[in-house]
């Protein structure tokens, strides 16, 4: 199948389904695209008056997505559902390699009423409005082999007018595809912050994305190898649960925009599906079970003085927000991806809110 026929069938099938869809109405539901494997859901939570990643069936300020290039073709789709015209600002982190760590490209584009527009990361351009406004390329400095996240954020416009997805296609065939992630603000919600995992249909690598940044304004957000999140501590331990309920404990683990530390695997039975060597359970091996899941209790929002924004290491002066995206694969046919969960924290006068 040709890239044009994959970003012809991405439009169809996600605005069918994100407008169309009879769940779209409830929230905190991450409706997992499956591919031939046994459902896995995921979410988490905290209490407290706190913005939340909402599902993006019914129209965000802000979408987020991961992509891949190492042997991966992706897609990003974002549509305008309102009836008027909207000004997005899009921004692309690359986190492929040292030397590029977390760099950024961002651009402006536009999408008339109604209007849907696929980037494909490799050869990305603009929406072509009218003939007389063609396609123009942009971020032409991503190469292939290399990985990152993209935020698209509503500048101009009428609010709550975005939806949108993502699809990564392997060279061998398996396919992850999930909805993008929206900022939603609602209060005294709470889940379990738990990642389930199966090994259906023998999949046995994993990647679990975890993007943390800044909301900077309306239309930017920050992100920066400095910006971070923690789970997991000494008193709070990160746990492990194979089939049986039997649980091992995991040192914390941080995300942020750096190599090793955006794409990681679950453990040592399912490791990263692209040779990251970091692990979430860097101890634990399930080579017998078919499926489990992870613990992962919130620790805290971070910011060194590095990325310009640290005070102590957990003052960030500005919104942090923390979005993650969990899959599984067997590397030949079989795949899924989904949204994990994510959460801001509102900081006031240098003082962070906790969260209970």
């Known amino acids: 199948m040709t890239k044009g026929n994959l ?40 209490a407290g008056n706190i913005p939340i990643i909402d599902q993006t069936d019914t129209g965000v300020n ?25 000004t997005i600002h899009v921004q692309v982190w690359d986190v492929g390699s040292a030397f590029v760590e977390c760099e ?14 696929v980037y494909d990361v490799e050869n990305m351009v603009t929406n ?35 939806i949108g997805m993502f699809r990564i296609i392997d060279e061998l065939g398996y396919e992850y595809r999930a909805n993008a992630a ?3 603000a609602i209060a005294d919600i709470g889940f379990d912050n738990v990642v389930n995992f199966s090994s259906a249909n023998g999949n046995n690598m994993s990647d679990l994305v975890g993007i ?7 239309s930017t ?60 359970c860097a101890t634990s091996t399930l080579s017998s079970n078919t499926s489990g899941w992870l613990d ?18 957990t003052d960030c002066t500005e919104i942090p927000w923390f979005v993650g995206f969990v899959g599984l694969n067997n590397g030949d046919g079989t795949g899924t991806f989904d949204s994990w969960w994510a959460v801001g924290e509102h900081v006031y006068s240098g003082e962070a809110i906790e969260l209970q």
């Open 7 to 46: 970003m012809n069938n991405t439009k169809t099938r996600r605005k069918g389904s994100m407008l169309q869809d009879s769940l779209s109405k409830i929230k905190y539901l991450f409706v997992l695209a499956v591919l031939l494997v046994l459902p896995m859901q995921a979410m988490a939570g905290f």
């Open 62 to 86: 802000r979408l987020v997505a991961f992509w891949d290039t190492r042997t991966r073709d992706s897609f990003i789709q974002v549509t305008n559902t309102s009836s008027e015209k909207v």
């Open 104 to 117: 950024e490209c961002n651009f402006d584009d536009m999408l008339t009423a109604n209007d849907t527009h």
């Open 128 to 162: 072509a409005i009218l003939p007389s406004m063609p396609s123009v390329p942009v971020c032409t400095e991503i190469e292939p082999g290399t990985y990152g996240f993209m935020v698209i954020s509503l500048a101009e416009g009428p609010s709550f007018s975005l």
């Open 182 to 184: 929206g900022e939603d």
């Open 212 to 218: 943390t940044y800044l909301d900077i304004n309306q």
């Open 221 to 280: 957000v920050f992100a920066h190898p400095g910006v971070f999140t923690t789970f997991g501590s000494i008193q709070d331990p990160i746990q492990i649960f194979d089939e049986g309920e039997r649980d091992t404990s995991c040192s914390p683990t941080t995300f942020s925009c750096a190599v090793g530390a955006l794409d990681k695997g679950i453990d040592n039975s399912l490791p990263n599906s692209k040779g990251q060597l970091n692990r979430v």
């Open 296 to 313: 992962m209790p919130f620790n805290t929002f971070g910011c060194t003085a590095a990325s310009g924004f640290g005070v102590d290491g």
